[in-house]
C-alpha cells in the first residue's frame, strides 16, 4: 500500500520519459488500465485507481474484462465527485453492448451513468487539442479490437521558404499563401491485447516515442501459433523485431499470471539483445 494515497484501490506504477508521465498497471486477465497525465488520456479501464479519476477522456482497446470491468465504477464516481461527464471511446462493434452495460448499471446502482461514450474504428483521428491528435487502428485479438496513435502536431515553414527573410514570409502569409506544413510526431502508441500482427499493421507501433504494449508469454515451451491464435504476443515476436522498434522506450506489460516477476525479468535479462533490452522496460 502507498501512503501517500487518501484511497489506495489498485496498484500501479509510475515512469517519466521525455516529458510524459505513464502510470498504470497491467496483467492478463486479472486488469489493465493507464494514463497519461500530461495528455489527460487514459487507456482502458479493467480497474481505476482512485488517483485516475481526474482524467476526462479514455480509449477502451476491446471488451475484455480485464479491460472493460471498472467503466461504470470510473462513470459512477465521476459523478458522484462532481466532475464533468467523461468522454469514453470503445470500438465501434462494442457500443451499443457498452451503452445498455451502463443502462444496466444506471437501474442496478440507482445512479445516472453520465458519459459521452463514443464509436471508433481504425483511421478515426480525435483531436485532443491543438498540438495532439490520436488516430485509430486496428489490432489482431479474439474480439474486434482497437490500438491508438498520440501524435503531436507542429506547423513548420514549408522547405520551399525556410531562409526567406520575415517581411517576405509575412507578406506571402497576408497574401495568402499557405507557408506551412504539419508535421506529426508519433508520441504514444497503445496496443491493448494484440497478435503480433497488430504491430506489423501499423508501423506508427515501431516509430512511436513511447510503445505501451502486451507480451503475454515468455517461457519457450509455450507454442506460439496458439499464442498468436488468441491473440497475443510472445517474447520471441520482439525478438524477431528487434532492429524494427525504433521507439526512445517500450512498456512492456499484460504478462501472464502464470509467472512471477522474478521468471519475467530473469528470463527477458537472459534472452533480449542489448539494444532492445535497454529501451524496455518491463512493466511486472
Ligand atoms: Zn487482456
Ligand atoms: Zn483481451
Given at each position: 500500500?502507498?501512503?501517500?494515497?487518501?484511497?489506495?484501490?489498485?496498484?500501479?506504477?509510475?515512469?517519466?520519459?521525455?516529458?510524459?508521465?505513464?502510470?498504470?498497471?497491467?496483467?492478463?486477465?486479472?486488469?489493465?488500465?493507464?494514463?497519461?497525465?500530461?495528455?489527460?488520456?487514459?487507456?482502458?479501464?479493467?480497474?481505476?485507481?482512485?488517483?485516475?479519476?481526474?482524467?476526462?477522456?479514455?480509449?477502451?482497446?476491446?471488451?475484455?474484462?480485464?479491460?472493460?470491468?471498472?467503466?461504470?465504477?470510473?462513470?459512477?464516481?465521476?459523478?458522484?465527485?462532481?466532475?464533468?461527464?467523461?468522454?469514453?471511446?470503445?470500438?465501434a462493434e462494442s457500443f451499443d453492448d457498452v451503452k445498455k452495460l451502463m443502462v444496466i448499471m444506471h437501474r442496478l446502482d440507482r445512479g445516472r451513468q453520465l458519459a459521452e461514450l463514443k464509436s471508433v474504428q481504425a483511421g478515426d483521428e480525435i483531436e485532443l487539442s491543438r498540438e495532439q491528435v490520436v488516430s485509430v487502428f486496428d489490432t489482431v485479438h479474439t474480439i474486434p479490437s482497437r490500438g491508438f496513435v498520440v501524435w503531436e502536431r507542429r506547423n513548420k515553414l514549408k522547405d520551399e521558404f525556410v531562409g526567406l527573410p520575415g517581411e517576405k514570409i509575412?507578406?506571402?502569409?497576408?497574401?495568402?499563401?499557405?507557408?506551412?506544413?504539419?508535421?506529426?510526431?508519433?508520441?504514444?502508441?497503445?496496443?491493448?491485447?494484440?497478435?503480433?500482427?497488430?504491430?506489423?499493421?501499423?508501423?506508427?507501433?515501431?516509430?512511436?516515442?513511447?510503445?505501451?504494449?502486451?507480451?503475454?508469454?515468455?517461457?519457450?515451451?509455450?507454442?506460439?501459433?496458439?499464442?498468436?491464435?488468441?491473440?497475443?504476443?510472445?517474447?520471441?515476436?520482439?525478438?524477431?523485431?528487434?532492429?524494427q522498434f525504433k521507439n526512445e522506450l517500450i512498456v512492456a506489460a499484460h504478462f501472464s499470471t502464470r509467472y512471477h516477476p522474478n521468471e519475467v525479468r530473469k528470463l527477458l535479462d537472459v534472452k533480449l539483445p542489448a539494444e532492445l533490452k535497454a529501451k524496455m522496460k518491463l512493466w511486472v
Amino acid at each position: 500500500m502507498n501512503a501517500d494515497r487518501p484511497v489506495d484501490n489498485a496498484p500501479y506504477q509510475s515512469l517519466a520519459h521525455g516529458g510524459l508521465t505513464i502510470e498504470g498497471w497491467s496483467r492478463a486477465a486479472v486488469q489493465s488500465y493507464w494514463r497519461i497525465p500530461e495528455l489527460k488520456v487514459g487507456f482502458d479501464l479493467g480497474a481505476q485507481p482512485w488517483d485516475f479519476m481526474g482524467t476526462p477522456t479514455w480509449f477502451v482497446s476491446h471488451t475484455h474484462l480485464d479491460h472493460v470491468a471498472a467503466l461504470p465504477v470510473y462513470v459512477a464516481r465521476r459523478r458522484m465527485m462532481k466532475m464533468d461527464p467523461p468522454t469514453i471511446y470503445v470500438p465501434a462493434e462494442s457500443f451499443d453492448d457498452v451503452k445498455k452495460l451502463m443502462v444496466i448499471m444506471h437501474r442496478l446502482d440507482r445512479g445516472r451513468q453520465l458519459a459521452e461514450l463514443k464509436s471508433v474504428q481504425a483511421g478515426d483521428e480525435i483531436e485532443l487539442s491543438r498540438e495532439q491528435v490520436v488516430s485509430v487502428f486496428d489490432t489482431v485479438h479474439t474480439i474486434p479490437s482497437r490500438g491508438f496513435v498520440v501524435w503531436e502536431r507542429r506547423n513548420k515553414l514549408k522547405d520551399e521558404f525556410v531562409g526567406l527573410p520575415g517581411e517576405k514570409i509575412r507578406d506571402l502569409k497576408l497574401s495568402g499563401v499557405a507557408i506551412t506544413r504539419e508535421v506529426r510526431i508519433p508520441l504514444v502508441a497503445y496496443t491493448g491485447d494484440t497478435a503480433p500482427a497488430g504491430l506489423d499493421k501499423n508501423p506508427a507501433c515501431f516509430e512511436a516515442k513511447i510503445l505501451i504494449t502486451e507480451l503475454s508469454f515468455i517461457r519457450a515451451s509455450h507454442r506460439r501459433d496458439k499464442i498468436h491464435k488468441f491473440g497475443h504476443m510472445h517474447l520471441d515476436d520482439f525478438i524477431e523485431r528487434a532492429a524494427q522498434f525504433k521507439n526512445e522506450l517500450i512498456v512492456a506489460a499484460h504478462f501472464s499470471t502464470r509467472y512471477h516477476p522474478n521468471e519475467v525479468r530473469k528470463l527477458l535479462d537472459v534472452k533480449l539483445p542489448a539494444e532492445l533490452k535497454a529501451k524496455m522496460k518491463l512493466w511486472v
